[in-house]
């Protein structure tokens, strides 16, 4: 629902990440999933909230940890469902850029509202060149507004760049748990009846006399 800066309306409140309640000034919606499996079971569950830039990243190595744990016991989907989930929460979720071009532009309204007047005309600045047209316009109006009363944007830096470590971290997790169990079964087949003299073979079979 998009709000009218210059409309009678209650002042709103910015909004705040699910996760640990602050106040985000770039607020995203985000899907994580996780992928549990038994047998020929595979069931992917959504986990969508409304994010900041530090605990997205969490979110997402907690839902790849629980693939990463109990995903990959299905056939044949459990390991396909989690290699794809895995990959898509390291690299950011399941974003909705829609959602977010209206939380961003919400917070600009809300920010306008507590005076908070260089947050409000820097996300309006970046607003007019929204894929929403009606925010795009009103973001443009705005910032003309606050720009002719000589408001300076704030210089906000990026909440969400990719960090090429936590990408790797999450895809390493994926891959130990099924690397250690496969190891389990390799030491366990090959383990055997250790003679002295370091010999080792199988039981003889005994022969009737």
Not at 47 to 57: F, H, K, Q, R, S
Not at 146 to 170: D, F
Request: glycine share 10%; with cysteine.
């Amino acid at each position: 629902m998009l709000h009218d800066p210059k409309g009678g309306r209650p002042p709103l409140d910015p909004i705040k990440c699910s996760k640990c309640a602050q106040v985000t000034t770039q607020p995203r919606f985000i899907i994580f999933r996780h992928v549990v499996s038994v047998l020929v079971l595979t069931r992917t569950t959504p986990n969508g909230g409304i994010y900041c830039g530090d605990c997205a990243p969490r979110v997402a190595f907690r839902a790849s940890a629980i693939s990463a744990v109990f995903g990959w016991w299905g056939i044949p989907w459990g390991p396909i469902n989690t290699i794809k989930e895995i990959v898509r929460n390291a690299l950011g979720g399941q974003a909705n850029a829609a959602a977010d071009e209206e939380l961003r532009w919400h917070n600009a309204v809300a920010f306008l509202d507590q005076n908070k007047l260089d947050l409000s005309i820097s996300l309006a600045q970046h607003l007019r060149a929204a894929k929403n047209t009606e925010i795009a316009n009103r973001a443009g109006e705005l910032f003309d507004h606050l720009s002719a009363s000589g408001v300076v944007p704030a210089k906000l830096h990026s909440e969400w760049s990719i960090k090429p470590t936590a990408v790797i971290g999450q895809i390493a997790l994926g891959c130990a748990i099924p690397a250690l169990a496969l190891l389990l079964v390799t030491l366990g087949g090959s383990a055997g009846i250790h003679y002295p003299g370091g010999a080792k073979a199988a039981p003889s079979v005994i022969q009737p006399n």
